[in-house]
């Protein structure tokens, strides 16, 4: 945004001077403009056009020119023909005659540093005059004809010119300095300047041709010269044989006017149009630096302006301007007049660059404003700045299409700016205008002084000047309504105005204002503040010299201050701290605050440095307050700033426009962050809800008036949003795709920035997205720097670093800033810091316990008698320990006795300050005489807060109350011993320290006595040690003793061979080493019993079996030794004995416990003694060695041993081959390999050889069925070995041997369900059948006839398959029958047994009873006893295995065969078959053996099962197979009949047959 500059300011019209050229001057003031024309009037015009002064001329000739002097204060106007010059004073506004005496004047110029004017004539005569003194000096035949042109130099010399083509060089006085003639043109102008030469700057910065004017401070030393038009002669007065002639294209046309600027630059106007810059550097010239064209017919004149850098020419297309900084044309700043205006001739612009003035040759008069003068200032976000001469804008730099323009009634010199208004001023007279509601002039005040500078907040302003201030209402409305809300508060000053200082004592140097407070700061270095709702004084703060500015934050709490020194500090009126600014240059300006991060503050420094410094400001950092320079950035040439918010500096640059400048310390935050100010977005909010509100209203048609006041009264609420307190807070939002977007080492350089201005939070979010491990590690530090203790815990939670985090975690609620430091600069490692900090915090003793920890005993010893005497025993001792440790004995000694020596001095600063503590106890209490008395009975052993006690301090005292000072009595008495104890653990300590660094020192004598006198026994063995390192044994030993340390002793007696003393202690000694050492020594005297004894003492076997069989002669001793502990050496000596007595066999066992295998078993071959070896050898040979064993045996036919240890040997083939050659000796070991070779690839084959052998292929005779049965099992064949079983039974059963039968199918069964595999039906019910008649004579011997009877029965019907004992069983069941009272059963049974195949053979004793009873058989039944179903509870005959009810097939108890009942359920121990609890039992108690797998069982195993764990049982009973098989005939009992047994019959002869 830029002011609009090139608007005509005014106009004079060709009424004022008549048709002709106009002479126009501005004066070096800016202030007024001289014009003149063809009518010869002279008038006299301020910059706004408005007439001053005006006056004609005598004579009747034209006006050639008019100067005025370097002040502005006096105006000469020179008039062809006339002598007299008239002089028109500006300060007077008075017209006087300069009397001259001299006719035709054709040259008149003012000196640029004196009071002097020349003028000089047509005759060439020349007259001095001084306005300062009046005097006039004629000068007559300066030169031959009429002087031309003519300038003053810097140094008050006079160059003048004529059409005598000479040059002169004067002095003030009109003197002849020097001289140059003979020129070839006559001079049309000339000018003094500094000539560029190679001593100076080669054209760079400033002084370029693009830059700005040079210094001017050299000493102008060239004269260059228009001559007639064409050419530029340069005459070095250091030089003048050596002119220089600068000659130009003809193209260009005449030299209209030439101008120096900047470094030795010149720029050369002509006739056609041209501008020509040009150098006079001795390399450049003749070389045009630029050429341009401007106009196209020709070129009238041509002005520059160094104020600007700006330079304009003019000609018949009008006014055109060109910036040098780039030379280019500014299209822009193009002024073209009417025909009628005619075309300008004569340009001319003020010395500040602000109007340009343009004459015409038919008298008009244009004046131009070029530029606005840099005039601003702000209130927080809100910029005032001058637009025009008569105008001020306030702008939002947040906001800036929001911009007031403001009319002015002057051309102000100063403008402030408030929330409300603005304040513009000149001298003594301010004009308060309002920019918010309206733009009109609220008051118009005069002061009694000069106003220097005007502050204002929203209703008051402050004027200082002359060292006073007047602090006042802004606006009259606002003085009634203070005077009406203070009428009720007549205590209080009426708070309309007020002058400061109130005494006469100083004067007010600065002043600042905020909402709530005025700010002024004075020459005595008093700086004050006034706060306005109490309209009182609130704060003074006394600085050592003046105080020159000052900058407070928006809402006061800080303020920066510049001092008479240029010093700048930061004041904190809050704790009256002040930070001295560093880094910060004495030429800086002024200070700015952020208002949107209170701890953001800009140095202004343009005019040496042109630079803008950023400062940090921290107010709780780990050194305390910190102000810190983050960056410098460089701001363009008169560039003002003003403004500062979020990073971003607003002002006004060059051509009094609006420009901003981002700081380099933000350059790469905004990047990728966002800032949200909350009255932007709430002002956007309310603009939706008008859009809305007014889409409703259209549809529901409301009348266009009242929707105009709505939207009027929207828009007045979005402006009061975004203008009330806009800029003073706000939000930074991370912009995640921006991050995304931006470059890793942009990213890097913000949260470097964001670290710098302590925006941890924002720094966290860049983290957090970026994930960058260096980011955590600078972010961690720089939290702990600033004591931001939570954010620093989470940091390093991030990072996994739980040690610093519970370190954080520790001190997070330490309230202490100072103590908060310290620790924080302990975890820097900062140490030398930390102990000040802590020294400054409230527990002072931190600082000792550090240097504690540090092991850094000078600083604790230091700090100890201040902090903590009662410590300094326990530091000397701990400092003594150390210096132990690194070899500082006698410093060590040292400090072990002061340790000693300083404990009752400290037991006595304990007891002072107990009782003094307590003391304070009492009297905070309001506790008697008496009851301080018995408080200090608290402290009657001193000597017990040394070590240990607890220490009653005043600052917990006075926390305390009545009953806590008895609980500390109880407890003070109570830890009394305890404390005594650590008093002594000292002492003794200390004792023990000195002992030993008394021996260390040299001194034997007195450290062992020490030592002994110390009755210490770990004391005795270092002082020992110390001794035995000095060589010192005797000593060393003797102290041992003491010690009862006897194997060190034992150790230095033997080395000594002192062997008497040692012998005395071996008793007490318990290392084998020593009792060998003994040993040793005793065997070298031959004392071989002794020696014997000591060995075994020593646990040396070894040497005890060498010397039982070389010394003492008893082997069988040495013999036992070595079987009993398998000692190598052992064995080897025993072996080497026995074959020298020709104990073969003992010989070769002793030599493989040697490891001496091959050599045992050539002993073995040789001697028939392999058996020995074998056994000798037993499970611990090798592959080898159980294959030379059977080859052995296979040379000698001995088969069966050859296969054993060939299977031992893992040759399985060559085993099985060798036990099948043995026949049917050695089938067992045959199953034996087969087993052994499970998994391995010749399994199968193994296992089809020996199976060929078994069924006869080999040999064609078969074998016994139990090693098919073995084999099957072996090979996990568990079906078939199933079928194998059942046949072997039924051969063991036909031929009577029942019970082998039984346990065949028994253990048959139990592998089955073990491999979880189906029991076969036939199988169950043969173990079924066999069980039931295996219990038959228990129960006839327990007397359950009933039970017995049931089961013959059971076995009765399949009586076909016990062919052994058909008759027997039947005789029994008929006999059991009769018993239980089953008659119809009995006669039953005895109709089979008279069947003719079984007649002859019943016994003779029963035959007669059976034929009766067939023949007359009986009717009657005894009733069955029944019990309930375990599945469904149907009551059924306990006999009975099939429940008629649900079809399950029972489970039957394995002591009586009846089926289970579930609520008298357990099982065997043993095999794990079910049984009746009760039953078995009682079974248990009389066989002691299960009936099924006939173990013996404790009875106490026997438990009763719970009803869920019987249930339990019964499901995995009968999925297991336990019970009977099921009945395709549906007998009652669960077994199969005749039929049933034919069936089976057939079954195994298949088998068989297969």
Known sequence: ?????????????????????????????????????????????????????????????????????????????????????????????????????????????????????????????????????????????????????????????????????????????????????????????????????????????????????????????????????????????????????????????????YKWFGDGYMMVAFSRGYLVVISTHEREIGEELQSLQLHQERLTAVVYSAAVHKVATCGPDGVRVVDCHDWKEIKSDHKAFMPQEGFADRLEWTKDGQILTAATDQGFVHNFLMSIPILSAHWQHKLVYLSSLRSVTVVDTLAQHWQVEVPIAIEPTFVALGPNHVAVGMNQLVWFYRHQNGRELVREWEYLTTAEEVVMNSTYAAVMGDGKVNLHLIEQQQQQQQQQQHQHQRQRQQPDSRTFPDKNDCEVTCVAMTEEFFIYGTNQGSLHHFLFSDWAPVNEFRHDTAITHVFPNTSGTRVLFMDASNRAYLYSPVDDRTVLIKKCPTSTERFVWDPCDQSTFIGIDCKVHRAILTYSYQASTVHGPTVTHVSTTKVPMKFQPRVLYNGVVHGQNASGGLANVTLSSHSAISSIFDFRSPQLVAAQQLQKQQQVLQQQQQQQGTDPLEMQQQQQRFMQQQQQLMMQGMGTGGSFVLDRNKLLRTQSETVRQAFQQLLQLGRLNDAWSVAMESRNADFWSSLGRRAMELMDVDLAIRVHRQQSKPAMVLALERIRHVEDSALLAGHMCVLFKEYDTAQNLFMSSSQPKVALVMRRSLLQWNHALQLAPRLAPEQIPSICREYAQQLEFTGEHGHALQMYQQALSSTSAAAQAVEQTKRRSLDDLANWLGESANSRGSAVNLADDPTSA??????????????????????????????????????????????????????????????????????????????????????????????????????????????????????????????????????????????????????????????????????????????????????????????????????????????????????????????????????????????????????????????????????????????????????????????????????????????????????????????????????????????????????????????????????????????????????????????????????????????????????????????????????????????????????????????????????????????????????????????????????????????????????????????????????????????????????????????????????????????????????KALIATTSSSYGASSSSDGDDDGVGGDDDDDESKQQQQQQQEQ
């Not at 004079?12 to 001057?25: Q, W, Y």
């Not at 009545?962 to 200390?990: G, P, V, Y």
């Not at 033997?1054 to 071996?1066: E, H, M, N, Q």
Request: hydrophobic letters at 35%; a neutral charge.
């Open 946 to 1511: 040394v070590f240990g006690g607890s220490l009653l301090t005043s600052s917990n005292s006075r926390n305390a109350s009545t009953s806590s000072l008895t609980s500390l009595h109880h407890q003070d008495n109570a830890n009394f011993e305890d404390d005594r104890l650590s008093l002594e653990e000292h002492n003794r300590a200390c004792h023990a320290g000195i002992a030993r660094m008394t021996l260390r020192n040299g001194d034997i004598k007195g450290g062992r006595q020490l030592a002994l006198q110390s009755g210490d026994k770990m004391l005795m063995k270092e002082c020992a040690g110390i001794l035995e390192d000095m060589k010192q044994f005797p000593e060393a030993a003797d102290l041992y003793v003491a010690a009862q340390a006897y194997e060190k002793a034992v150790v230095i007696y033997i080395r000594t061979k002192d062997f008497a003393s040692a012998g005395k202690l071996l008793p007490n000694i318990s290392t084998p080493k020593l009792h060998a050492m003994y040993a040793m020594a005793k065997e070298a005297q031959g004392a071989y019993r002794e020696a014997e004894e000591a060995y075994e003492r020593a646990k040396d076997l070894d040497s005890v079996v060498r010397l039982n069989l070389q010394k003492l002669d008893n082997p069988q001793k040495a013999f036992q030794i070595v079987r009993r502990v398998r000692s190598s050496e052992g064995a080897e000596m025993v072996a080497q004995f026995c074959q020298q007595t020709n104990n073969i066999g003992a010989a070769i066992e002793f030599m493989l416990m040697a490891k001496r295998t091959e050599e045992a078993f050539r002993v073995a071959e040789q001697h028939g003694e392999m058996g020995k070896f074998a056994e000798a050898l037993g499970d611990n040979g090798s592959v080898a060695e159980y294959t030379s064993i059977a080859a052995h045996y296979e040379h000698r036919h001995n088969f069966a041993r050859a296969g054993h240890f060939y299977m031992v040997a893992g040759d399985l083939s060559r085993a099985l081959r060798l036990f099948l050659q043995c026949g049917e000796n050695n089938l067992d070991d045959a199953i034996e390999v087969i087993k052994r070779s499970e998994g391995s690839p010749e399994s199968e084959m193994l296992v089809r050889t020996l199976q060929d052998f078994l069924i006869g292929e080999t040999d064609g005779k078969p074998k016994d069925p139990n090693y098919i049965f073995k084999l099957y099992l072996a090979v996990g064949d568990f079906a078939r070995a199933a079928d194998a079983a059942v046949l072997i039974a039924s051969q063991e059963q036909k031929i009577g041997n029942y019970k082998i039968a039984h346990r065949t199918l028994f253990e048959t069964q139990r592998d089955l369900i073990k491999q979880k595999i189906p029991v076969p039906s036939n199988l169950k019910r043969d173990l079924l059948l066999l069980h039931s008649y295996v219990l038959v004579k228990s129960l006839v011997k327990r007397g359950d006839h009933a039970m017995a009877a049931r089961m013959l029965m059971r076995v009765a019907k399949s009586i076909s398959r016990f062919p052994s004992h058909i008759v027997p069983i039947l005789t029994s069941t008929v006999i059991e029958c009769q018993r239980a009272g089953f008659k119809r059963s009995s006669a039953e049974f005895a109709a089979q047994l008279m069947r003719p195949e079984n007649r002859k053979k019943v016994d003779q004793r029963y035959r007669r009873k059976i034929e009766s009873l067939v023949r007359r058989p009986p009717t009657e039944e005894a009733d069955d006893q029944l019990r309930p179903c375990p599945h469904c509870a149907f009551e059924l005959p306990v006999g009975l295995l099939s429940c008629p009810s649900c079809k399950n097939q029972l489970p039957y108890c394995v002591a009586t065969g009846q089926h289970m009942v579930i609520d008298d359920w357990t099982m065997c121990p043993s095999c794990n078959f079910p049984a009746i609890a009760s039953d078995f039992k009682a079974y248990i108690q009389a066989s002691a053996k299960c009936a099924m797998c006939e173990q013996v069982i404790d009875p106490n195993d026997i438990r009763q099962y719970s009803l869920e764990e019987a249930k």
């Open 1 to 257: 945004m830029s002011a609009d500059t090139t608007k005509q300011l005014f106009f004079i019209d060709s009424a004022v001077h008549a048709p002709g050229s106009v002479t126009i001057r501005w004066d070096p003031t800016c202030k007024y403009l001289a014009t003149c024309g063809s009518n010869r009037r002279v008038h006299i015009l301020d910059r706004s056009g408005d007439s001053v002064f005006e006056f004609a001329l005598d004579g009747a000739g034209e006006c050639l020119d008019m100067q005025w002097d370097k002040d502005g204060d006096l105006l000469a106007v020179l008039q062809k023909g006339h002598h007299a010059v008239p002089l028109w004073d500006a300060n007077t506004h008075k017209l006087s005659h300069l009397k001259t005496n001299l006719k035709d004047p054709t040259f008149m110029a003012w000196s640029r540093v004196g009071p002097q004017l020349a003028i000089g004539t047509a005759k060439g005569n020349l007259l001095v005059y001084n306005s300062r003194t009046l005097k006039k000096i004629p000068v007559m035949g300066k030169h031959t004809k009429a002087i031309t042109c003519g300038m003053w130099s810097l140094d008050n010399k006079l160059a003048l010119a004529g059409q005598d083509r000479t040059m002169t060089i004067n002095d003030a006085s009109g003197n002849l300095l020097d001289q140059a003639d003979d020129f070839k043109d006559d001079p049309v102008d000339i000018q003094f300047s500094q000539q560029k030469d190679a001593s100076k700057n080669d054209g760079d910065g400033d002084g370029g041709p693009s830059g700005g004017i040079g210094s001017g401070k050299d000493q102008e030393s060239t004269v260059s010269i228009n001559m007639g038009r064409r050419r530029i002669l340069m005459y070095n007065l250091d030089d003048s044989d050596n002119p220089m002639e600068l000659a130009f294209q003809p193209k260009y046309g005449e030299i209209v006017a």
